[in-house]
């Protein structure tokens, strides 16, 4: 009973040991996915170099490994302001970045994981209350391209020390008082009845000037009209009513004219001798 008790404790022993050789062996690889860099710490101080893509060597229970994104991230933020008119303004930001795939390691070292919160988030709310303040709240709209494109620079320039590169920022949306919002619909509305009344006189000028333009052109054809006429084109003119009024007649005298009647002077009327 003793023996089988030692040879069972024995193939657990094995069983054990072969486990855990198993353990150190794989422990001492890792890999490092597509988009991520890897973060080699020994006794939890960084190499320096981060590791690209692939199948790594690590030493086991000595060396650890920190993956860090380097595709492009997303980081949308509400910050609250005020315009140069001091208009409260709320400003809607997306920001779209990247790590720099050459120095994870460096920001890791110096800043950590949580990049995002420490160096992203307040550059922008920074940077975004420093630009809004420079411009109207109308300005803000007006100008809308070029307050993006001076956001975006100086968030580029913020964040490229600590190895953080910008692809794009976009203003999603700016939010104001209710008072500045009623405003602008007023002004915005007595702008299109301006345009409106400027585009009604512009086509009433247009009508009177093709009215006096007919009117103009009858009057230069009547005249054209009376030079041309001349006595005999008259007398022409009645000799050809003459001619049709005679094409036209039946051959029938009429009975009457002005009043007194027409005498048949047909032979019948008279007796025959």
């Not at 072969?18 to 890999?31: D, L, P, Q, W």
Request: glycine residues 4%; aromatic residues 8%; contains cysteine.
């Amino acid at each position: 009973m003793d023996k089988v008790n030692v040879n069972v404790g024995n193939k657990l022993r094995l069983i054990g040991f072969i486990v855990i050789v198993v353990i150190i062996f794989f422990g001492c690889f890792y890999t490092v996915s597509a988009g991520y860099r890897g973060v080699l710490l020994t006794f939890g101080k960084p190499s320096a170099m981060s590791m690209g893509e692939g199948l790594h060597f690590k030493a086991p229970l000595v060396q650890t490994v920190v993956k860090m994104e380097v595709r492009t991230q997303k980081v949308e933020r509400v910050v609250d302001s005020s315009s140069k008119d001091l208009q409260d303004v709320q400003t809607t930001v997306a920001l779209n970045f990247h790590v720099s795939p050459s120095a994870a390691q460096k920001l890791y070292t110096e800043v950590g994981l949580d990049y995002a919160e420490r160096i992203i988030q307040p550059s922008i709310e920074e940077v975004v209350k420093s630009i809004s303040a420079t411009y109207t709240a109308e300005e803000l709209i007006t100008k809308r391209p070029d307050v993006k494109r001076e956001i975006k620079d100086t968030i580029t320039t913020k964040l490229a020390p600590y190895y953080l590169i910008v692809d794009d920022m976009n203003i999603v949306n700016f939010q104001f008082s209710e008072e500045f919002d009623h405003a602008i619909e007023q002004k915005v509305t007595a702008e299109q009845l301006k345009l409106k009344a400027e585009r009604d006189l512009e086509r009433i000028k247009i009508e009177k000037e093709q009215q006096i333009a007919q009117a103009q052109g009858e009057a230069e054809a009547l005249r054209l009209q009376k030079m041309v006429v001349t006595p005999e084109l008259i007398q022409l003119r009645e000799i050809e009513m003459m001619i049709s009024a005679i094409d036209k007649w039946d051959g029938v005298m009429p009975q009457a004219t002005s009043g007194m009647p027409f005498i048949d002077v047909s032979p019948k009327n008279f007796g025959e001798e």
